[in-house]
């Protein structure tokens, strides 16, 4: 039964992560629908040195989440988006350093309810290392004592090479 669970629980991963990630990009196709517009465009903009205006950045932004969001939903895609997925989210990640008077209302501790929007990120880079790691034909083992084993024959496995 346990492992019922661990298996529901990647699925559940999987589709609310595509889910976040197909609405949010498809939220991008359409102006001031967004709550991260702004910030994503200026950090674009700053990004290409104002070359990309958010009119073209937004949609190209928005078209990249879908596709990351889509395939975390086909398996076979994953490992294919999953550095899309990892570059895009460096460059959400890149305001809590470029525009830290937007960000944090005192460095590094209290930041501003954008700033909290762009750290939870954090949580979806781990889903990311996860299904990564799953796509890999990593297991999850929720036996301590086979973990255990798996870990010591690893080690092994190691120093013989």
Known sequence: MRKGIESNGIIALCISVG???????????????SPAENIASRT???????????????????????????????KKWTNHVLP?????????????????????????????????????????ISEGIVLGAISQDGKLIHDSAIAHRAEQAEKRITINK
């Open 84 to 124: 899309l997925m990892y570059f895009q989210m460096l460059g959400t990640l890149l305001p809590l350093f470029v525009f830290r008077e937007d960000t944090w209302q005192s460095i590094p501790l209290v930041p501003t309810l954008e700033g909290q929007y762009i750290i939870k990120n954090a949580v979806l």
């Open 19 to 33: 889910v976040i990630f197909v609405w949010f990009g498809f939220l991008k196709f359409f102006e001031s629908t």
């Open 44 to 74: 674009i903009l700053w990004l290409t040195n104002g070359w990309l205006e958010p009119h073209y950045s937004m949609p190209i932004l928005g078209t990249l989440e879908c596709f990351i969001g889509i395939g975390i939903w086909i």
